[in-house]
């Protein structure tokens, strides 16, 4: 079922996808228009080794329908939703879904503009984001956000820009989720950050 629905949709890669994927990837747009690329790594291929851990751990965007959102990738990719955040209204303002044990690798904010609003990379343990901080001060790399601890997910993490000012997370200890329902959180900056001060999306 989801073979078809995906074959359907299928579009053009991204050029050049061969460096990243095999030649069975395939590309979807979501309703907001963002192209997501599912695959499997080339045989043979190897991660670069890298002086600190930290490969992708999830892709955070916005959108201006949740309702839309959830049910494409929840309805019909097959992404598992693992919390939701709800305002006084009951309107879902944050919605986090995962395509593996972890508790999220996809996650969508609900704003007045659909796009980008951060992508995470795994540290894997607590002292890893204290060596993360060293090498970015040894670069003049300030922490914009954080060190915090966010409610969904219950992870770690510290946040910096990149010269566009586009946020970039580095995150550690995520939940791992095995079997458990969709919780439900409440909005308000304690969601965001159990440990101080939050940057609100919606």
């Not at 309107?91 to 609900?110: G, K, M």
């Not at 001060?137 to 219950?154: Q, S, Y």
Request: glycine fraction near 8%; include cysteine.
């Amino acid at each position: 079922m989801l073979r078809s629905h995906v074959e359907k949709q299928k579009i053009p890669l991204l050029p050049s996808p061969s460096k990243l994927f095999n030649e069975s990837a395939f590309a979807v747009r979501d309703p907001d228009g963002n192209q997501t690329v599912y695959g499997l790594a080339p045989d043979g291929a190897a991660d670069e080794p890298a002086p600190i851990h930290g490969p992708l751990q999830h892709v955070t965007l916005t959108s201006t329908n949740m309702a839309a959102f959830e049910d494409f990738y929840a309805g019909k990719i097959g992404f598992a939703v693992s919390d939701r955040v709800r305002n006084d209204k009951g309107q879902v303002t944050t919605c986090f879904l995962r395509s593996n044990h972890e508790h999220h690798t996809l996650a969508v904010f609900l704003k007045t503009e659909a796009g980008l609003d951060h992508h995470s990379y795994e540290a894997g343990e607590w002292i890893t984001i204290r060596d993360w901080a060293d090498h970015l001060a040894t670069l003049r790399i300030p922490i914009v956000w954080g060190p915090g601890r966010h409610g969904p997910g219950n992870n770690l993490f510290i946040f910096i820009k990149d010269p566009d000012g586009n946020m970039i997370e580095i995150s550690a200890e995520l939940e791992v989720i095995h079997d458990r329902p969709a919780k439900e959180w409440k909005h308000e900056p304690y969601t965001l950050n159990m440990w101080g001060p939050a940057i609100m999306r919606s």
